[in-house]
């Protein structure tokens, strides 16, 4: 598995600001991914102050007991029982969070960490960084199925918006901390809060870049959104369904 690892090596560049960086790792029986990954963030943010958030949702698992015991790599785990879901995990996340910066991303290897220096070195000038599959320079390395899903929907999501962010649905994301002083990602079946929520940005006048990288499959365990062509449907559909409400709520 090891080959499939994207050779991603951008670096932060020499600045004044070292600000504390929290990177949320939203966690649900990940056990076979999530100490590589905590190596990886480790490793790719050695040269700045950091905090790595694994949040749980009380994997059976256990994936948060592997966290727990990862040592001398800032790592915070927060087990959480009830209320559970992907993006109330991502929220507690942010909710918990001491840096200036937040990144958050998916906890099974498909999006680089070593990618996080790059996106955090646009919070500079920008409010929010998106990790881009679908601007020019980015690709999606899934099976043809899912792909043509995702740009389906991305596409119908910039038509029927008007609004120029090519990937809507990245789920690889940083941001200033204070772009939630006014600013909370809506409740979601799927990832369709990722929709909302940048297009809330820039409703408000929140300055979004995009970065194109490379997205891969999952490195190891079972996708919990892949499935057969009915469940891909039904997945499309929610993430319809939330676009048209954007559009058209008064």
């Known amino acids: 598995m090891k080959d499939r690892i994207p050779d991603v090596s951008p670096s932060f560049e020499t600045c004044a600001d070292i600000s504390l960086v929290s990177v949320i790792l939203p966690t649900y029986n990940e056990a076979s991914n999530i100490v590589p990954l905590i190596n990886r963030i480790h490793t790719a943010l050695e040269s700045r102050p950091k905090e790595i958030l694994v949040v749980d949702d009380n994997s059976p698992d ?58 955090v070195n646009e919070l500079k000038d920008n409010d929010i960084a998106v990790a881009s599959r679908y601007v020019k320079g980015g690709k999606d390395q899934r099976p043809l199925v899912r792909l043509i899903t995702s740009r389906m929907i991305n596409l119908t999501a910039n038509l029927m918006l008007n609004f120029n962010v090519l990937d809507l649905t990245s789920g690889f994301i940083a941001a200033r901390k204070e772009v939630f002083n006014n600013l909370s990602l809506a409740d979601s079946a799927y990832g369709e809060y990722c929709i909302e929520f940048l297009y809330k940005a820039g409703k408000q006048g929140k300055k979004i870049k995009e970065i194109p990288y490379s997205f891969i499959d999952r490195l190891e365990g079972t996708s919990k959104t892949a499935g057969s062509i009915s469940t891909l449907i039904r997945y499309g559909a929610v993430y319809f369904k939330r676009v048209i409400n954007l559009r058209f709520r008064r």
């Open 62 to 119: 256990r994936t948060w007991e592997l966290a727990q015991q990862v040592t001398g790599k800032d790592v915070r785990v927060i087990r959480r029982t009830s209320d559970r879901g992907l993006v109330k995990s991502i929220r507690c996340g942010i909710e918990n969070s001491l840096g200036k910066y937040v990144v958050w991303m998916d906890a099974d290897q498909s999006m680089p960490p070593e990618f996080i220096p790059l996106l």
